[in-house]
Structures are given as structure tokens and as C-alpha cells.
């Protein structure tokens, strides 16, 4: 319980300050003044031709228009070129001569076009462009110009090729800033940067603890749910956190033409290994049928989008590329809201309950991550997600244990049921051969009271027999009408104490039936009547040891030295088989103690070194 306790005040921290900082670096904007730029008002010229060249736009005077004469939104097939006029610019631009050119989204591929005294040049700075230099992995870097670089005194020239995404054109927006203020991007932080790294760090930092533990639990149990929610959390970290990593080795990788593929299929990746995860987490081909059918239609949905999505990718049909990925975010929107109402209607356990509080996060996030475009909302429901979800394997888990201890306690009873068996007809068998003794011997009178008392002894047996063990008090009084039996058939021959400890109470122990009967039994056949001379005396006691019982079988006999030397069984080193059926029966019913013998024999002697009989310690389980 204290775990559960702690293991929820983790969560909750995590969670609130996850919450906080994704929240906080949605909402705030950089507190450094000198990041601002002067904003420069441009027309742009839209082409399917995308073998212009600067000379051709320069030579042929295109039609630039404003950006609301052209369609809404960019498309991958289009080539755009941007012409900034920096006319009203002019004095500003005189008082330095560097300057850098920054836009306010990323685009793929981006040329600035700028005149030098050799002719026109260019230089790189889309996200996708090999030359182009990323920064401090928040931002990207913008293109340097000097103020006597601009194309017949006023103006620069961009050429836009963006396959990654449709754009609101409208949204576009060009500005330059000084090189000594492009330093702030560069050189320096704030407090949005440093939200933006903590949120990033700390879910990346989470999803690796739980991808690493989660593939370590499935090396060792091979439960594929733990697997498929392993490589989930791979997935889910790769696809939100892989292009903010403030790296510059990640960001040349997921910022190349290929990695970028890997990174966006990665959602793709994310839905397989989580529907694959809930297939095998609810059982779902023996608990819900239908839910099943569903799953694997998805399965092989999703594995197709994969593979034809490469091939249009890499194919450069960049437009059916973002089209695939459309569908897909729309096809497992339904899949998740038909999964959600399927399993609030047909749920059959508590382990459904957490896939639906999951999901409807996680869905959460994502719409609102593709609605609004900003990824902090998608990590905090998958963090969500992921938390309920790590809760519900745990459950399951807990679930499955309790499962397992209730089917070896079923087993266990088996067990003990069939070596009560065995024990029965033992003790019938040894009762009848002494009755038969006593018929032999011509003792008619004290086999009439033997038989009767072993009536009343069998009859006990017999009613307690339905039940795998009996309380305390029901086992002393079967030893108590044993002992009378046999102090009968051997004529008194030898006398015996039952104790029991005053704080004992016998009627709240329960121990196996005739538990004990094989170990007074040995005591008295091969201790006490062997001996021929001195007393001869059997001590049963029963005390409480904190959870277990003790008892103490204590005879005055010969000892197991010269009882192996008259026993013909002894000597071949074989216990009595009553007593192995016992130690069994104890095995079985006192498991969380098998770091301790549960049974001790002693031998006894005298001053003079000679054996005073043998003590049995036996140790029971309190139920």
C-alpha cells in the first residue's frame, strides 16, 4: 500500500510539473528584445516550373504578386519565389554592413539570391539544404546578407520549395536583424528556451527509463505486450521529441531528406505497436471477438500505409505523401472512438477501463496537436497515456500473480487431498493389524473395547476427512482416542502426556488432519516398547511461536541408534512411510517458510553419554 502510495505522488509530480512547463512554453514568447526583427514587405510568384533560375526571374520580370492573389496554402509540387523589396530600408542598412535574413517558419528547402561583384549568388539556409548551418538546435539559421548585396539596390530574391507540410501562406513573414543581434539566437538563452529543453528533456528521459525497463520485463517473461509497449515508447519518442533534441547531430539526421521520412512514419509506427499492445494487453482474441477482427483489419491497414508511403516518399509525390499521412491520422480517429465506445459497452474486467482513459488522452492530444499544430499538447497526453497505461500493466500484472497463487493453493489442496489418502488407509491398515494381534493372542475382551474405540476414532476420521485440514482441537482429540487405542493394545505397557500452552487457542489453529499420528506412532514402536527396562513415556506438547505452531513428540525410549540396529527397514536407511507423507503434507502447507526445517529430530542422552530416547520438533504453519 505504501508503494501504491508513493508510486501515485511520483506520478502527480511528474505529471504537474510536465503540465506546467508544456503549458508555459505554449503560451510564452522569448523575453530577448534584440531577437525582433524589422519585417520586410515581399510578393511572391508561384511555378510549377522548377528549372527557373534567378537569371530567368530577373530577365523575364514575373508577375510577384501579394500573397493574398495566390492559392491559400503552399503545395509540395510548387516552387515559390519570394521578392523582398527593402526600398524603405535603405538608411538602416547603411550603418552596418553585415546582416542576417530570418523567416519565421522553416522551410525545407530555402535560397537567399543576393548580388556581389561577380554576378548574382545565393546561399542555403532550408532545413533540408546540406550547406545551410543549424544553430543551437531551438532555432534555425538565417542567411547573411551586406547591404551592398541587394539585387538593383533594393531587393532580395528567396526561392521556397517546402515538401514537408502545407503552409498558410498568409503566415509567411520575412525580417532582417543585425549581426550583432543574431548573436541572441546564437550565443544566449532565455526562460522560453529553457522550458522548451526541460519539457523536451524530461518526457525523452522518462520514455528511455520506461523503453529500457519494459524491454528488460519482456526478455525475462516473453510477454509480448510488454514488447509491443516498449517499442510504442520508442516510437512516441523518436516521432515528438527526435527534431527538438537541441543537438546538432540529431538534427542532422532528422532534418535530411531520408531522416525525415523515418521521423514521420514514426506515427505511423506509434498506432501499429499500440493497437498491436492492446490486442494482447485485453486478451482481445478470447475476450472481445469483434474488438479483435477490428485490430487486425488496423494492423494490416497500417502496415500497407507504410509501405506505399515510402514508395510515394521516395518517389518525390510529395502531395500523396502528406494525403497518406491525412488518412491515417483520420482512420485511427475512428479506430480510437470506436474502441473507446466498444469497450465502455462490452467491458468485462477492470483492465479495459484503463485502454479507454488512455486512449481518449492520447486522442486528445493528438487532435489537439493537429488542430492547433503545436506539439507540447500531444506529449502531455501521451504522458498522460503513458502513465495510465504503465499503472494498468502493473494491474494486470498484480492481477495475473494473484492468479497464479490461487492456482497453486488449488494444486496444493490437490496434493495434500491425495497424501491424505495415502495417510488413511495407513492408519486403518496399522489399527486393523493390531485388532487382529489381538485376536490371535486369544484377548477377546480388550479386542471388543479396541474395535469399539477404533469405531468412534474412525468415524472422527471420516467426518473430518471431507476438509484439507481441521482445527487443533479436533487433531488432539483424534491423537488422544489413537493414544488410548494403542496404550489398549499394548496393555499400558507405556504411559503419555498431551500439553497444550494456556495461550494457545486451538480452535483458531488449523493444521492437516492426523498430522501428527505417524510421528507418535514411530515414537512408540521403535522407542518406548523396544525398551525393556525403566520408564518409558511419551510427551506431546503444543505451544505458539509468534505465526506457527510447535510440537513436541518427547519419548523416553532406546533411541534411534539401537532402533536402527532392530529394524530391519531402519537400516536400510528408510524412513517410516507415514512420517514421509507428513513432511510432505507440512511442505505443501508451509511454503513461506521454506527457509526453515519444518520438522527436527533429536537425539537424547544421559550424563553417562547412553540414549534417553529421541525428540521430534515439528513446526506448523498457523492458518
Request: aromatic share 14%; glycine share 4%.
Amino acid at each position: 500500500m505504501k508503494f501504491r502510495k508513493r508510486t501515485y505522488q511520483y506520478a502527480r509530480i511528474y505529471m504537474s510539473l510536465l503540465l506546467f512547463w508544456t503549458t508555459g512554453h505554449n503560451l510564452a514568447q522569448s523575453t530577448i528584445p534584440e531577437r525582433k526583427t524589422q519585417p520586410i514587405p515581399f510578393t511572391i510568384f508561384e511555378t510549377d516550373n522548377h528549372e527557373l533560375s534567378i537569371e530567368d526571374i530577373l530577365n523575364s520580370q514575373q508577375d510577384f504578386v501579394p500573397i493574398n492573389a495566390i492559392s491559400k496554402h503552399s503545395k509540395p509540387s510548387k516552387i515559390y519565389w519570394i521578392k523582398l523589396d527593402l526600398g524603405q530600408e535603405l538608411d538602416t542598412l547603411q550603418t552596418q554592413e553585415n546582416w542576417f535574413l530570418k523567416t519565421n517558419l522553416p522551410f525545407t528547402h530555402s535560397k537567399l539570391f543576393h548580388s556581389e561583384t561577380s554576378g548574382i549568388h545565393y546561399a542555403s539556409f532550408g532545413i533540408f539544404d546540406p550547406s545551410a548551418t543549424k544553430m543551437n538546435g531551438l532555432y534555425f539559421q538565417g542567411a547573411k546578407f551586406r547591404s551592398t548585396d541587394l539585387i538593383h539596390g533594393r531587393y532580395l530574391y528567396v526561392r521556397i520549395h517546402e515538401i514537408r507540410t502545407t503552409y498558410t501562406i498568409s503566415k509567411w513573414k520575412f525580417g532582417y536583424m543585425s549581426a550583432h543581434n543574431y548573436r541572441f539566437y546564437t550565443d544566449f538563452y532565455d526562460a522560453w528556451d529553457i522550458k522548451k529543453f526541460f519539457t523536451i528533456y524530461l518526457f525523452l528521459g522518462t520514455c528511455i527509463i520506461l523503453f529500457l525497463m519494459l524491454l528488460v520485463i519482456h526478455l525475462n517473461t516473453r510477454r509480448v505486450e510488454f514488447l509491443f509497449y516498449s517499442l510504442y515508447i520508442f516510437s512516441a519518442a523518436i516521432y515528438l521529441t527526435g527534431p527538438m533534441i537541441p543537438s546538432e547531430a540529431f538534427r542532422g539526421v532528422f532534418y535530411s531528406h531520408g531522416g525525415y521520412w523515418i521521423g514521420s512514419i514514426m506515427q505511423v509506427f506509434i498506432n501499429l505497436f499500440y493497437v498491436l499492445f492492446i490486442s494482447h494487453y485485453l486478451n482481445a482474441q478470447t475476450a472481445y471477438p469483434k474488438l479483435y477482427k477490428v485490430i487486425r483489419v488496423t494492423v494490416w491497414v497500417l502496415l500497407a500505409i507504410v509501405v506505399f508511403d515510402a514508395f510515394t516518399y521516395f518517389t518525390k509525390n510529395y502531395m500523396t505523401h502528406l494525403r497518406i499521412l491525412n488518412f491515417q491520422r483520420i482512420y485511427m480517429t475512428l479506430f480510437a472512438l470506436f474502441g473507446i465506445v466498444f469497450l465502455l459497452r462490452k467491458t468485462r474486467d477492470r483492465l479495459a477501463l484503463f485502454i479507454i482513459a488512455g486512449s481518449f488522452l492520447y486522442l486528445s492530444g493528438a487532435l489537439l496537436f493537429m488542430v492547433l499544430q503545436n506539439r507540447g499538447f500531444m506529449i502531455a497526453g501521451t504522458s498522460l497515456e503513458i502513465l495510465i497505461f504503465s499503472l494498468g500493466l502493473a494491474y494486470k500484472i498484480k492481477l495475473e500473480y494473484e492468479a497464479k497463487l490461487q492456482l497453486q493453493e488449488e494444486v496444493s489442496l490437490k496434493e495434500i487431498s491425495a497424501l491424505r489418502a495415502q495417510m488413511n488407509p495407513h492408519f486403518i491398515f496399522n489399527s486393523l493389524s493390531s485388532i487382529q494381534h489381538l485376536i490371535l493372542n486369544n484377548n477377546k475382551i480388550a479386542a471388543l473395547q479396541y474395535l469399539s474405540k477404533f469405531g468412534k476414532l474412525t468415524r472422527k476420521v471420516l467426518e473430518n476427512s471431507v476438509e484439507a485440514k481441521v482445527s487443533l482441537s479436533d487433531e488432539i482429540r483424534l491423537l488422544n482416542s489413537y493414544l488410548e487405542l494403542e496404550s489398549l493394545r499394548f496393555d499400558g505397557s507405556f504411559k503419555y502426556h498431551i500439553e497444550v500452552e494456556e495461550n494457545l487457542d486451538t480452535e483458531d489453529v488449523e493444521v492437516p488432519l492426523l498430522l501428527i499420528q505417524p510421528f507418535v506412532e514411530n515414537a512408540i514402536i521403535h522407542g518406548l516398547l523396544p525398551k525393556k527396562q525403566g520408564e518409558k513415556t511419551l510427551y506431546v506438547s503444543f505451544k505458539k511461536d509468534t505465526e506457527q505452531v510447535i510440537c513436541e513428540i518427547d519419548d523416553t525410549g532406546i533411541g534411534r541408534t539401537a532402533s536402527q540396529k532392530n529394524n530391519t527397514l531402519a537400516k536400510k536407511g528408510r524412513k517410516s512411510h507415514g512420517m514421509n507423507i507428513s513432511e510432505k503434507r507440512l511442505e505443501l502447507l508451509s511454503k513461506e517458510t521454506s527457509g526453515k526445517k519444518k520438522i527436527e529430530i533429536i537425539d537424547k542422552y544421559d550424563p553417562e553419554g547412553n540414549p534417553a530416547g529421541t525428540k521430534v520438533i515439528i513446526i506448523i504453519q498457523a492458518a
